[in-house]
């Protein structure tokens, strides 16, 4: 098979997961199970992928070496499960490589199936459960449950406008501790999980398992990148929260 052909849909596969939310062991072990199959080879160092947060590169003993960058990453665990797929089913012989490439062309365009309203409904379920987990009274639900709901909608209204990472987490999460204080003071008790609620839809917790994962596997770099990534993200809701007690509680 043209080696062209395979590094192309590798780099695909590896882009469609890394741009998801998959740590980079799994990207990795997946292009490389792909490469190895697709030309009939072993896996070894003639064979094999790098794989950073930021760009992929795939090599071939032919010595073609093909790189892709990764600008923009989100989380969508359904399409690496899918990608995982497509590889085990092509490894298992029910897919040809033809059918790889196009399910792989198609999954790309392929937009997340879950409707807003739905994502809106879990965020305010996760805050006011997280908030009851901790401690929190009933009557301080609706207060928990609507500042988390702000705190999410300022953010995507945030990011699909402006993209400025750090920003959006930030001002996020001071809308969502404002109304969540403005709540406190009329139907509300206890302020501190009120303001927990209204953090926690934003709180980095796959860039914090992938960093992990990434440091046990060896992959110091991405895992150093991603543990930052995640620690700038938790400084940033903490500042939003913070700014909110300076201004209107302390």
């Not at 953010?155 to 996020?172: D, T």
Request: glycine share 8%.
């Amino acid at each position: 098979m043209d080696q062209d052909r395979i590094i192309e849909t590798c780099l695909l596969a590896g882009k469609i997961m890394l741009q998801s939310g998959a740590e980079t062991t799994r990207v990795e072990d997946t292009m490389e199970r792909l490469i190895t199959k697709a030309a009939g080879l072993p896996r070894s160092q003639q064979n094999y992928t790098y794989v950073t947060v930021n760009g992929i590169f795939a090599k071939m003993d032919s010595g073609q070496t093909s790189f892709v960058r990764i600008d923009h990453r989100d989380h969508n665990l359904d399409k690496v499960s899918k990608v995982n797929q497509i590889s085990r089913s092509y490894a298992e012989g029910k897919m040809n490589w033809q059918e790889v490439t196009l399910a792989l062309e198609a999954l790309e365009k392929e937009e997340m199936s879950i409707p807003l309203y739905l994502k809106l409904l879990c965020t305010s379920a996760l805050s006011g459960s997280i908030m009851l987990i901790l401690g929190g009274a009933f009557i301080d639900l609706p207060a928990a449950m609507l500042a988390g709901l702000v705190s999410y909608i300022v953010y995507l209204l945030l990011w699909n406008f402006v993209q400025v990472p750090f920003l959006s987490e930030y001002i996020g999460t001071f809308a969502g501790g404002l109304v969540g204080f403005a709540l406190s003071l009329l139907i509300g008790e206890n302020l501190h999980l009120i303001m927990i609620g209204a953090v926690v839809p934003l709180v980095p917790g796959i860039a914090i398992t992938n960093a992990i994962r990434d440091l046990l596997a060896k992959h110091y770099i991405s895992g150093s990148i991603r543990a930052l990534e995640g620690i700038l993200i938790a400084a940033s809701l903490g500042a939003g929260i913070t700014t909110v007690y300076y201004l209107f509680i302390i």
